[in-house]
């Protein structure tokens, strides 16, 4: 490759994700359906055709930006999972890892919902399929952690599939996130804080997955 056309396509990719940055701030402010093209253009600035030259329409942002929510999503599991020795400990690590990140990053857990709900076939070539493969990949730590535990004893071997534990947990843990967000004064009405809401949850699961001694 020539230095100029190198030099073409590093600006090529710095201006692809200029544009990428500034959807991603709109979406982190306004909310991904309060957002248009031409704030992005305007934010970008640049004008909305070159916009258009890069992304072919709101939703190719849309999940270009959740490619970035999604492989953060499975770095984030990785090292939660990481910290620990047992497989339950680490179930439990992967729940809380993810509630932190929808806080930390409300867009992030936003696409998330988004993405679980689009049900459309994915062209694997496409940030839709990027997206895909991060997805998998993370639901494969969760099941790695499952095996573990029942590897090493923590998690009851009963259990069933590891699968389908690992996406009934994800199904679990998701619903408390986005019931902490939405209903937080509800919740308090009740005097429950989102702490004790949340341990309570985590409490459950480690109780329905934990090997039961022969005492119990």
């Known amino acids: 490759m020539s230095y100029i056309a190198e030099r073409r396509g590093e600006e090529k990719e710095r201006r692809r994700a200029e544009i990428l940055d500034a959807a991603e701030a709109l979406y982190a402010e306004k909310g991904w359906d309060a957002l248009t093209v031409d704030q992005v253009a305007r934010s970008a600035r640049l004008s909305r055709a070159l916009v258009y030259v890069y992304f072919r329409d709101k939703e190719e942002l849309l999940f270009a930006i959740g490619e970035r929510a999604m492989q953060l999503v499975r770095d984030r599991f990785i090292a939660a999972a990481g910290e620990y020795q047992t497989g339950l400990d680490k179930v439990e690590a992967i729940g809380r890892a993810y509630m932190a990140y929808a806080y930390e990053f409300p867009h992030y857990f936003d696409f998330c919902t988004r993405f679980q709900a689009h049900s459309v076939a994915i062209d694997p070539g496409s940030h839709e399929g990027a997206c895909r493969a991060a997805g998998d ?54 005097g429950v804080t989102i702490p004790a809401f949340s341990n309570y949850a985590f409490g459950l699961i480690r109780a329905l997955a934990q090997r039961k001694t022969p005492a119990d």
């Open 137 to 190: 990949e993370t639901i494969a730590v969760v099941v790695q952690a499952i095996e573990a535990g029942i590897r090493d004893g923590s998690v009851r071997p009963d259990i069933g599939e590891p699968i389908l534990f690992a996406t009934s947990l994800w199904a679990f843990t998701h619903g408390i996130i986005q019931l902490a967000m939405a209903k937080g004064t509800d919740l308090e009405r009740f």
